[in-house]
């Protein structure tokens, strides 16, 4: 997939007043595609965005380091979907850091990744209702933070 296709993605989504849902499952999608997005997740329509999915890509560390980018000027959402993106422990790290700092995003997935438990240890502290979904293995847990 291509930037204007992301950017376009967005813009249609921000636009169409379809709940302000960003759904890029399944795309491919690397970390210098995931920047891309900063552009249109920041205009006045990025407002309307509440949910941003970006489950089953291929972020991996990297990409995370890029979601982080983009979503630390967006203070509409709130609902942030990685699941199944080979996220491992410095990319737990990095979600972390964004939860202290970005207290609007409350329902966080992060189901089918890689990091272990220091990359879940990265998530204690942050004190807010914060629903958390994390897997490891074959058991799913979702815990308040």
Same mark, same amino acid.
């Given at each position: 997939?291509?930037?204007?296709?992301?950017?376009?993605?967005?813009?249609?989504?921000?636009?169409?007043?379809?709940?302000?849902?960003?759904?890029?499952?399944?795309? +491919? /999608?690397?970390?210098?595609?995931?920047?891309?997005?900063?552009?249109?997740?920041?205009?006045? %329509?990025?407002?309307?965005?509440?949910?941003?999915?970006?489950?089953?890509?291929?972020?991996?560390?990297? +990409?995370?380091?890029?979601?982080?980018?983009?979503?630390? +000027?967006? #203070?509409?959402?709130?609902?942030?979907?990685?699941?199944?993106?080979?996220?491992?422990?410095? +990319?737990?790290? #990095?979600?972390?850091?964004?939860?202290?700092?970005?207290?609007?995003?409350?329902?966080?997935? /992060?189901?089918?990744?890689?990091? @272990?438990?220091?990359?879940? #240890?990265?998530?204690?502290?942050?004190?807010? %209702?914060?629903?958390?979904?994390?897997?490891?293995?074959?058991?799913?847990? @979702?815990?308040?933070?």
């Amino acid at each position: 997939m291509g930037e204007a296709e992301l950017q376009a993605a967005v813009s249609i989504a921000s636009s169409s007043g379809a709940g302000g849902e960003v759904v890029l499952t399944d795309r +491919g /999608l690397k970390g210098r595609q995931v920047l891309s997005l900063r552009e249109p997740l920041a205009n006045w %329509a990025a407002a309307s965005i509440v949910h941003l999915d970006l489950s089953r890509n291929r972020l991996r560390d990297k +990409g995370v380091g890029a979601v982080v980018k983009v979503l630390s +000027g967006n #203070s509409s959402i709130v609902r942030l979907q990685l699941e199944h993106n080979g996220i491992g422990d410095p +990319g737990a790290a #990095s979600l972390g850091d964004l939860l202290r700092k970005h207290g609007s995003i409350t329902d966080v997935n /992060l189901r089918r990744n890689v990091f @272990t438990d220091t990359g879940v #240890s990265q998530y204690a502290g942050i004190n807010s %209702a914060r629903s958390l979904s994390l897997a490891r293995a074959r058991s799913v847990q @979702t815990i308040l933070i």
